[in-house]
């Protein structure tokens, strides 16, 4: 028998299915959804906004001219030291592309790529305002160091206590967006938690799953910071990260150059793209920002399983499979075959 999984992934599991099968309901895929008592209430409230915003976006569809094979291709054969600046020279989002400008964009919408590919979710407001291990590359998986034992005093596991629902939910977002990734990333945490996999620290490892709620094995928290334009050069080639931004602020700006694109960052925001291939950052703000970034080593997976199979990005073919999503037939900027 599969061992029984620990708390966090219970919870984590829980948000993904009820996000999918709420959504299912909406495009009429699936039943209605049924009670689920362990949810708390507010929790089920939050899913549905969630599950609001993925069906906005839905319906505000933007194309850009290149795919994401073509970003993955320069990057490879460029032996410029400045890449960021060379693909920023090659790829620009529709805006650029027609009147050379940056695009502001205040609701939400998902940018697709010229082969389908869903390249980034801009989901505002998908969290209520009110919510305010990675390491050196090992033989075998380990607990991050600002979680082992030397470090519970100083806050680790007190701040993975209070993560646990917000962490929940931001990967029930992954597993409506994504649900390729977030299905190889859950097995990858049970392997991790249920001791399939040889691991420095069992004992610890299962404590730290009672807490760790999320398929993503990594989560920076980032308070009051600018952040400038960067990529994630140690994630996956294509592998999807998730910022979400909570505090009391306004004027929030986040930046992806090579859709031409600005975006409203208030609180509550979440968005989800390549952070290897997109360059990023978010602008200074007036009053108090936290932004947890969400993300993947494709070495842990690397770790547990001999080889990381990194699942490609979700087309809009595959998202109607999984959820119904049917596809515009008018999309900002071209009107599709």
């Not at 929790?43 to 994401?68: C, D, F, H, M, P």
């Not at 030397?150 to 646990?164: A, F, S």
């Not at 290897?276 to 009053?287: C, I, Q, V, Y």
Request: proline residues 6%.
């Amino acid at each position: 028998m599969p061992s029984p999984l620990p708390q966090g992934l219970k919870i984590c599991r829980a948000y993904a299915d009820y996000a999918r099968a709420l959504l299912a309901e909406h495009t009429g895929k699936g039943p209605t959804v049924k009670s689920r008592p362990e949810i708390p209430l507010i929790v089920k409230g939050e899913i549905a906004t969630v599950v609001g915003r993925v069906l906005e976006a839905w319906s505000n569809q933007v194309r850009v001219s290149y795919s994401i094979d073509q970003v993955l291709e320069l990057l490879a054969e460029t032996s410029r030291s400045n890449k960021d600046e060379l693909l920023r020279e090659t790829f620009k989002g529709p805006s650029a592309e027609a009147s050379g400008r940056t695009q502001l964009h205040d609701i939400p919408c998902i940018f697709v790529d010229r082969l389908g590919h869903i390249v980034t979710t801009y989901l505002p407001g998908c969290f209520s305002r009110g919510r305010s291990g990675h390491g050196p590359l090992n033989s075998i998986p380990q607990v991050s160091s600002s979680l082992c034992e030397t470090r519970v005093n100083q806050g680790g596991e007190d701040l993975l206590t209070q993560l646990t629902e917000i962490n929940g939910l931001i990967g029930a977002v992954l597993a409506i967006i994504h649900p390729d990734l977030f299905d190889y990333q859950f097995k990858i945490m049970e392997a991790l938690s249920s001791g399939q996999v040889e691991v420095s620290n069992l004992q610890l490892m299962q404590e730290l799953f009672q807490y760790w709620s999320t398929p993503f094995n990594g989560v920076a928290v980032i308070a009051n910071r600018e952040t400038a334009l960067h990529r994630d050069t140690k994630g996956g080639r294509a592998l999807l990260d998730i910022v979400t931004t909570f505090g009391n602020y306004e004027n929030g700006r986040f930046e992806i150059p090579l859709l031409s694109s600005r975006f409203i960052y208030n609180p509550g925001t979440c968005i989800a793209l390549p952070g290897f291939l997109f360059e990023h950052g978010a602008s200074r703000t007036d009053g108090e920002r936290v932004c947890l970034a969400s993300f993947i080593r494709p070495n842990v997976g690397e770790a547990a399983f001999k080889v990381y199979d990194e699942p490609p990005l979700p087309t809009l073919r595959t998202m109607y499979h999984y959820h119904g999503l049917e596809t515009p037939e008018v999309i900002e900027g071209t009107i599709w075959d």
